[in-house]
C-alpha cells in the first residue's frame, strides 16, 4: 500500500471513529448506535464500512482502547508538570476534571462499558483502568518510597474514589465541579496519609 492511500485509509479510519464518539451522550450509548448511523455520521457508504472494521464491536473495542490510552497520556503529562513543583493531587485531580470537560464522551464509554452486557468490552475496560492504576502504582513507589503492596493499595483506592467523582462530574456544572474537584482531593490525602503511615508501620 502507498503512503498516499495508507494515510487515506487512516483518515477514513479516524472519521468512523470520531463519528462514534459524537454520538455517544447521556441519551445515547455505544450498544444503541447502528453501523449505518456510524457511517452517515462520517459522511461514508456502509460498505466502506467493512474496510476499516470487521464489525461495530471491533470499533467499540478500539474506542475503549483509546479513550483508556488519552486518559493514561495525559496523567503522564500531569506528572511532568508536577516535577517542575505543585501538588501531586491538586494537579492530577485538576488534569483529570479538564479529561472529563473535553472527553465526556470517551469517559462515557469507559464507566458504561465496565458494567454493560458484553464480557469483551468488559475485559478490555478492566484492562484500562488495570493500565492507568498500575502506572500511578509505579509512580507512588519512586514518587514517595512505598513498598509495592502500600502502593498498589494507593493506586487502587484513588483511582476507584476519581472514577466515581468523573461519572458525577459528567453531568455538573462548572462550580459543582469545583465542589467534586476539592471534594476528591482531599479524601486523595486522606489516603496519601494513611499509605505514608501503613508503610511506616511496617518498616
Known amino acids: 500500500m502507498s503512503g498516499i492511500r495508507a494515510q487515506q485509509k487512516e483518515k477514513t479510519r479516524r472519521l468512523l471513529i470520531d463519528a462514534a464518539l459524537n454520538q455517544l451522550s447521556a441519551d445515547q450509548s455505544f450498544s444503541n448506535l447502528s453501523l449505518r448511523e456510524v457511517a452517515k455520521e462520517a459522511g461514508l457508504a456502509a460498505t466502506s464500512f467493512y474496510r476499516h472494521f470487521n464489525d461495530m464491536d471491533e470499533l467499540g473495542l478500539t474506542l475503549v482502547d483509546e479513550a483508556g490510552l488519552t486518559l493514561r497520556q495525559l496523567m503522564r503529562q500531569a506528572r511532568l508538570r508536577i516535577e517542575k513543583g505543585g501538588s501531586v493531587i491538586q494537579i492530577s485531580v485538576k488534569t483529570f476534571m479538564e479529561f472529563i470537560e473535553s472527553n465526556g464522551n470517551e469517559f462515557r464509554l469507559l464507566l458504561r462499558e465496565r458494567s454493560g452486557t458484553s464480557t469483551e468490552f468488559r475485559a478490555a475496560v478492566s484492562r484500562e483502568i488495570r493500565y492507568f492504576t498500575m ?5 507512588l513507589q519512586k514518587a514517595n518510597k512505598l513498598d509495592v503492596e502500600t502502593s498498589y493499595l494507593q493506586a487502587n483506592a484513588a483511582v476507584t474514589i476519581v472514577f466515581s467523582a468523573g461519572a458525577e462530574a459528567l453531568d455538573a456544572n ?10 476528591t482531593i482531599k479524601q486523595l490525602r486522606f489516603i496519601a496519609r494513611g499509605a505514608m503511615d501503613l508503610s511506616s508501620r511496617s518498616k
Open 135 to 139: 502506572e500511578l502504582c509505579d509512580y
Open 174 to 183: 462548572e462550580s459543582e465541579r469545583q465542589e467534586l474537584a476539592d471534594r
